[in-house]
């Protein structure tokens, strides 16, 4: 999560609890301008600094993830690192080899 979107978190739920930056920092043991350069995204805070944040306002933090998109099919990329470098070589010239004639079929005349 990066700093600017801790942030928004964090004044968001401040917000929805109708908390002030000031009385957030005092129930957190610390103080409103720590607050404020959270909710800025000038700082970063630790992990544990963000739960007790979240914890002083009665919430619980949840961290989830989420696949990546991928380019690419895992299912396939295992099965290339199977083969060996001069396999893939080949495999990869052959590859070149049939993007030439499928460009070079492309430009000749139909019909």
């Known amino acids: 999560m990066s700093s600017n979107s801790t942030g928004k978190l964090l004044r ?3 917000q929805r609890h109708r908390l002030s930056q000031k009385r957030l920092a005092l129930r957190a043991g610390t103080d ?3 607050i404020s350069r959270i909710e800025r995204g000038e700082t970063s805070p ?15 933090l949840a961290i ?38 499928l460009t070079a079929a492309g430009k000749r005349p139909h019909g």
């Open 12 to 14: 968001a739920t401040r």
């Open 32 to 34: 409103q301008a720590a």
């Open 46 to 60: 630790t992990l544990e600094t963000f739960e007790r944040l979240m914890a002083a306002m009665g919430e619980r």
């Open 64 to 101: 989830a993830s989420e696949p990546l998109e991928r380019d690419y099919d895992p299912l396939h990329m295992r099965a290339t690192l199977k083969r060996t470098p001069e396999e893939r070589l080949r495999l990869a010239i052959s590859w070149n080899r049939l993007a030439g004639r």
